[in-house]
């Protein structure tokens, strides 16, 4: 029977989540080498590589994925376990770790989370904000315990959520002088780019432009590149070129005037509405801790802040 030593995957977790010797012994703090000397002996243990050394960084083997899936299962039942000694499930605690895009964060739902998150003192919140894509990753290599995604992809492994709909538009500064955006002009517009974006402005062109199959975000000129949607919606207030946002990121400046929705030549009328969902495994039953907390987000979905 394989016998694996629970003192060494400090160091494992450590290269795992940071790709990076160095890295990793300041994470664990602990020095190069016992990193190094701990990894060793837990691939002697398991009797695979668990990590590929590259001149770039290490990369993890099939082994050490499942290795990282197996030590998540063991904390979780070290902290269920806890939780029924102490039988009180107010007393929940560890750490809940998710992933979103940006612009989630600008949602009402997070301020409630964090405000259930109160009556729960030894619970933590690890939120990452990253790029729709990379919450699949993420999900599926089990870096985090749930996510929020804006599309729905088929794959065995996950299990989909409908959490709530949000609404897209295209808004530019009223000192941008944009006039009906259609199918003839819709590539002679300035553009702004963000983490995002993409996604948002592939759902706008398909639902309002149906037929312009070939024009996708690749299509479009960007003026201005940014790595955070706060700072997209600044350089579209700054009059530098439009952009889809949900539109409850950008619903403030338009009723204050700074930005206005474009008018666009297009026979569909309805407003574009995309469902955003919470993505887990299936694979295994969560500790009682993730569960709690997407509850919380379902029925703040709901309408219901108890």
């Known amino acids: 029977m394989m016998h694996l030593d629970p003192k060494l995957f400090r160091a494992f977790k450590a290269v795992a989540e940071s790709r990076s010797f160095n890295d990793a012994a300041e994470m664990a703090a602990m020095t190069q080498a016992n990193i190094s000397k701990h990894i060793r002996s837990l691939e002697e243990q398991v009797g695979y590589e668990l990590f590929i050394r590259t001149p770039k960084c290490p990369v993890m083997t099939d082994a050490g994925k499942k290795l990282l899936q197996h030590i998540k299962n063991i904390e979780d039942l070290n902290s269920d376990f806890s939780l029924e000694v102490k039988s009180d499930f107010n007393q929940i605690e560890g750490v809940v770790a998710y992933a979103m895009p940006p612009s989630c964060l600008l949602s009402p739902h997070f301020p409630m989370l964090l405000e259930r998150r109160l009556d729960y003192p030894r619970l933590e919140i690890d939120l990452t904000l990253i790029h ?6 993420k999900v599926l290599s089990s870096q985090v315990d749930f996510g929020f995604v804006t599309e729905k992809v088929d794959h065995p492994r996950l299990e989909y959520f409908s959490f709530c709909q949000e609404e897209y538009v295209m808004v530019a500064a009223p000192t941008c002088e944009v006039s009906e955006i259609n199918e003839e002009n819709i590539l002679e517009y300035n553009y702004i780019e963000y983490p995002g974006m993409d996604v948002y402005f592939n759902f706008w062109r398909r639902h309002f432009f149906p037929n312009q199959h070939s024009i996708n975000d690749l299509s479009v000129h960007f003026a201005g590149r940014i790595n955070s949607i706060e700072g997209a919606i600044l350089m579209v207030l700054g009059g530098l070129g439009v952009s889809v946002f949900p539109r409850h990121c950008v619903q403030e400046y338009i009723d204050s005037g700074q930005l206005h929705e474009c008018q666009l030549g ?13 993505i887990k495994l299936n694979t295994f039953n969560q500790p009682k801790r993730v569960d709690k907390v997407i509850s919380w987000f379902m029925d703040i979905s709901k309408g219901s802040h108890h």
């Not at 729709?132 to 990753?137: A, T």
């Not at 569909?268 to 995309?274: A, D, G, I, Q, T």
């Open 132 to 137: 729709n894509s990379q919450v699949f990753d």
């Open 266 to 278: 297009s026979t569909v009328s309805e407003p574009l509405f995309n469902h955003i969902y919470i």
